[in-house]
């Protein structure tokens, strides 16, 4: 007898989807937490060592985004988003051993040793220790640069386009839970039973996570938990649009697109571009607020205190579960197309991170007015992703849609690759110059440069995207 009610499994695929993204940023996560306090000093780093990890993982997680698209989109998403986590996890404990390595390498008894070592002995320790940890945080990000081309696939094979921002919003999200756990659990990890703990524990996650994946997830027209008034909601758009009106047989036999291809259309440039001008925004303030708050506060991760600012300004950085609402909203009163709707919700996102240009002045008065400054931009930009995301399975057909994904993530890696140089060699220049800044001198002066760049940077993103496309189009490859 058939069903007279739809099944609702399209959610179930996007609460694994969330928690995939949560653990992805778990481990992404836990240098943040533990460089300053608990690695720094045993390593002998600097803002500029640091710098440098964070930024090859950037660049290698740009690359690996470009590639990873083709890849999932080849192996499909089911396996390619277990390769993906699997290849991650595997990254994220490997961490826990570049401590040990450094000891064998520079003959040290005990971390004390390396602690206590001056001159060369410390330079070496601090140049090896580095290096070790770029080959680890490599590996996470080959891993981690298939999550978002995999996620926003199944999102696209899920849900009609009118849902996908929602549905991206709820999965993002899973990033600000990722960083609204890790302050709760990895400092105090760190602290009681070592930071390479930390790096094991939450590392491990991920398999599980994948063990569940390979168990649930099928496509919406073989999975029998998907009735049949269920797949017609999700299919909903091959009713409306060209460029998905074409079946299985005829979509095997067009000649294979080059990545090159993509870069034809003005849609992938204005994508790309949008991304690139802000995206390190949000690795800014995940990679640098712990450290932001000891250097100008003295406030460690471990403290009671800088437990419970980096947990606020992630709490607040969950608002941006509305933000893929809005457009939704905007679409069912309108009427108009997706793109129009989604840039009219942008606009106002882009407008709420200059609220950050108060962080450095307010900051003279408590470090909680920072953090809720910081917090509201980071939800802005949480909002403002989970449309980015939608935009392209918008204007690009289902079987390019990882692919277009990763070319704009590659974008992404690339802005905060160099958020991370530049941010990293300024705190450095700033602290030895004592540089002067409206106000500020040091590094507190360094850090309120980058909060104007980046209070600013989602207008300058949102003028490039208008000006390239101008309306909704459709992208037939």
């Not at 609460?15 to 608990?38: G, K, P």
């Not at 002998?44 to 470009?66: K, P, R, S």
């Not at 708050?293 to 606020?312: H, R, V």
């Not at 403002?384 to 590659?410: E, L, Q, R, V």
Request: glycine content about 8%; overall charge positive.
């Amino acid at each position: 007898m058939e069903k007279n009610n739809m099944t609702n499994f399209r959610w179930m695929i996007c609460i694994l989807l969330f928690f995939a993204t949560t653990v992805n940023y778990l481990d992404r996560q836990v240098l943040s937490l533990t460089w300053d306090e608990f690695i720094k000093p045993e390593f002998h780093w600097n803002e500029v060592d640091y710098a440098n990890i964070t930024g090859v993982f950037a660049i290698v997680y740009a690359l690996a985004q470009l590639f990873a698209g083709r890849v999932v989109d080849k192996l499909g998403t089911k396996r390619g988003y277990t390769v993906a986590i699997g290849v991650w996890s595997v990254g994220a404990c490997l961490h826990a051993i570049c401590g040990w390595a450094t000891e064998q390498y520079t003959d040290a008894s005990s971390r004390l040793e390396l602690i206590q070592a001056t001159g060369d002995a410390a330079v070496v320790i601090s140049t090896f220790s580095v290096y070790m940890f770029i080959i680890a945080r490599c590996v996470l990000a080959i891993g981690e640069g298939g999550n978002f081309p995999a996620a926003i696939k199944a999102t696209a094979e899920y849900f009609p386009k009118k849902d996908r921002a929602f549905a991206t919003a709820i999965f993002n999200s899973g990033s600000s839970i990722g960083a609204l756990v890790a302050p709760l659990s990895v400092p105090l990890l760190a602290a009681q039973w070592g930071w390479e703990a930390a790096f094991l524990i939450i590392g491990s996650l991920g398999f599980v996570w994948m063990a569940i994946w390979i168990f649930v997830y099928r496509k919406p027209q073989d999975n029998p938990f998907v009735n049949k008034l269920e797949l017609e909601y999700i299919e909903q758009d091959k009713l409306s649009d060209a460029a998905y009106q074409e079946d299985t047989t005829a979509l095997s036999k067009k000649p294979k697109v080059g990545l090159l291809h993509f870069f034809k259309y003005r849609q992938t440039w204005a994508f790309a571009l949008g991304r690139f001008l802000t995206d390190g925004v949000w690795w800014f303030f995940l990679f640098w607020t712990p450290s932001y708050l000891n250097t100008q506060f003295g406030i460690k991760t471990s403290d009671s205190l800088g437990i419970a600012l980096i947990f606020t300004l992630y709490l607040i950085s969950m608002l941006s579960i509305f933000g893929g609402k809005l457009p939704a909203i905007f679409m069912n009163r309108t009427g108009k197309d997706p793109y129009s709707c989604r840039m009219k919700a942008m606009l106002i996102y882009a407008f709420i991170p200059l609220v950050v240009l108060l962080a450095q002045p307010l900051g003279t008065i408590s470090p909680w007015f920072p953090v809720l400054c910081i917090g509201f931009g980071c939800a802005a930009h949480q909002s403002w992703s989970a449309n980015m995301y939608s935009m392209g399975t918008d204007m690009f057909p289902k079987h390019a849609s990882a692919t277009i994904t990763g070319i704009c993530g590659m974008a992404a890696g690339l802005s905060s690759f160099i958020f991370q140089q530049v941010a990293g060699r300024l705190f450095v220049y700033s602290g030895d110059t004592q540089l002067s800044f409206l106000g500020f001198e040091g590094k507190p002066a360094g850090y309120f440069i980058i909060f104007c760049v980046c209070a600013v940077a989602y207008l300058a993103g949102w003028i490039v995207m208008k000006s390239l496309v101008p309306r909704y189009k459709l992208v037939n490859i």
